[in-house]
C-alpha cells in the first residue's frame, strides 16, 4: 500500500491503532509472516533489526533518544552495524538540520523538545532508509517548530526514500500527503487522495458516526 516515492499520511484519533501499526511495520510488535509485505516479501515475523536491515526505519512516538548519550552518539546508533551507502551520513544530516552540529557534544535530553525530534529523525536517517516511519513528529510542540520540520521532508524525499507520516493533526497530514489513510479503532475506515477526500468524509472516518 505504500509505493516508491510516496508519501502517505496514517491519521487518527489518540488510541486508533496508528502506533501498533507503525511498530509491526518495524518489527517491534510479532506478526504472522504475511501480515506486512515489502518488496511482496513476507516481513512480518521479522525482528526489528532484520526489518531495518532491509530498509525500513521508525521515527518512534515520543522520540525515545538515549539520555545518556550525546546528540551526535545518539545519531550515531542508527547505522550501527549497518554502513550503509546512501545519501544520508552525520554531514548530511549536520546540513539538514544544523542546529544538531552546534549541539552534537550534548546530552540528547538537553535539548529543546523540536531538536530533540530532529535527533529522532535524524538517527532513522543515518540508516539511509528507503522507508521512514515517523510517528507524530510534530506532537507537543509549537506551529513554528513544526513547520521547521516539516521542512525537512522535501530533501528526505529526494534522498529516495519513501515516507509515512502517523499525525492527529488533519491538517498537517493533507498537506504533505499523496495518500491518507484514516483509522479508527484499529482498522482503516478511510482511505484516498486529499483532493478527493471531503471534510465531513474524514470526520465520519476519524471520529466515527454513530447511528
Ligand atoms: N488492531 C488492533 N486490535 C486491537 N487492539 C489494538 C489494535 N491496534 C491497537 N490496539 C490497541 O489500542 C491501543 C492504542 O493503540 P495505539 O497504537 O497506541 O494508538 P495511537 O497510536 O493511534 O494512539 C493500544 O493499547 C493497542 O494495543
Ligand atoms: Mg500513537
Same mark, same amino acid.
Given at each position: 500500500?505504500?509505493?516508491?516515492?510516496? #508519501?502517505?499520511?496514517?491519521?487518527?484519533?489518540?488510541?486508533?491503532?496508528?502506533?501498533?501499526?507503525?511498530?509491526?511495520?518495524?518489527?517491534?510488535?510479532?506478526?504472522?509472516?504475511?501480515?506486512?509485505?515489502?518488496?511482496?516479501? $513476507?516481513?512480518?515475523?521479522? $525482528?526489528?533489526?532484520?526489518?531495518?536491515?532491509?530498509?525500513?526505519?521508525?521515527? =518512534?512516538?515520543?522520540?525515545?533518544?538515549? $539520555?545518556?548519550?550525546? /546528540?551526535?552518539?545518539?545519531?550515531?546508533?542508527?547505522?550501527?552495524?549497518?554502513? /550503509?551507502?546512501?545519501?544520508?551520513?552525520?554531514?548530511?544530516?549536520?546540513?539538514?538540520?544544523?542546529?544538531?552540529?552546534?549541539?552534537?557534544?550534548? $546530552?540528547?535530553?538537553?535539548?529543546?523538545?523540536?531538536?530533540?525530534?530532529?535527533?529522532?529523525?535524524?538517527?532513522?536517517?543515518?540508516?539511509? =532508509?528507503?522507508?521512514?516511519?515517523?510517528?507524530?513528529?510534530?506532537?507537543?510542540?509549537?506551529?513554528? /517548530?513544526?513547520?521547521?520540520?516539516?521542512?525537512?521532508? =522535501?530533501?528526505?524525499?529526494?534522498?529516495?526514500?519513501?515516507?509515512?507520516?502517523?499525525?492527529?493533526?488533519?491538517?498537517?497530514?493533507?498537506?504533505?500527503?499523496?495518500?491518507?489513510?484514516?483509522?479508527?479503532?484499529?482498522?482503516?475506515?478511510?482511505?484516498?487522495? =486529499?483532493?478527493?477526500? #471531503?471534510?465531513?468524509?474524514?470526520?465520519?472516518?476519524?471520529?466515527?458516526?454513530?447511528?
Amino acid at each position: 500500500m505504500l509505493e516508491a516515492g510516496e #508519501t502517505i499520511a496514517v491519521i487518527g484519533a489518540n488510541g486508533a491503532g496508528k502506533s501498533t501499526l507503525m511498530r509491526s511495520i518495524a518489527g517491534v510488535v510479532a506478526n504472522e509472516a504475511g501480515q506486512v509485505l515489502f518488496d511482496g516479501e $513476507p516481513i512480518g515475523a521479522l $525482528p526489528a533489526a532484520k526489518v531495518m536491515a532491509r530498509g525500513i526505519a521508525m521515527v =518512534p512516538e515520543g522520540r525515545r533518544l538515549f $539520555p545518556s548519550l550525546s /546528540v551526535e552518539e545518539n545519531l550515531l546508533i542508527g547505522c550501527y552495524g549497518r554502513q /550503509v551507502e546512501g545519501a544520508w551520513s552525520l554531514d548530511a544530516i549536520y546540513d539538514l538540520f544544523p542546529i544538531l552540529k552546534e549541539r552534537r557534544a550534548s $546530552p540528547g535530553t538537553a535539548l529543546s523538545g523540536g531538536q530533540q525530534q530532529m535527533v529522532a529523525i535524524g538517527r532513522a536517517l543515518m540508516s539511509n =532508509p528507503r522507508v521512514l516511519l515517523c510517528d507524530e513528529i510534530s506532537l507537543g510542540l509549537a506551529p513554528v /517548530v513544526i513547520r521547521d520540520i516539516y521542512a525537512a521532508l =522535501p530533501r528526505i524525499k529526494a534522498s529516495g526514500a519513501s515516507v509515512v507520516v502517523v499525525e492527529q493533526d488533519i491538517g498537517q497530514a493533507l498537506k504533505v500527503a499523496d495518500r491518507v489513510y484514516c483509522m479508527m479503532e484499529g482498522r482503516v475506515t478511510l482511505e484516498g487522495e =486529499p483532493s478527493g477526500l #471531503t471534510r465531513e468524509a474524514i470526520h465520519a472516518a476519524y471520529f466515527g458516526v454513530h447511528a
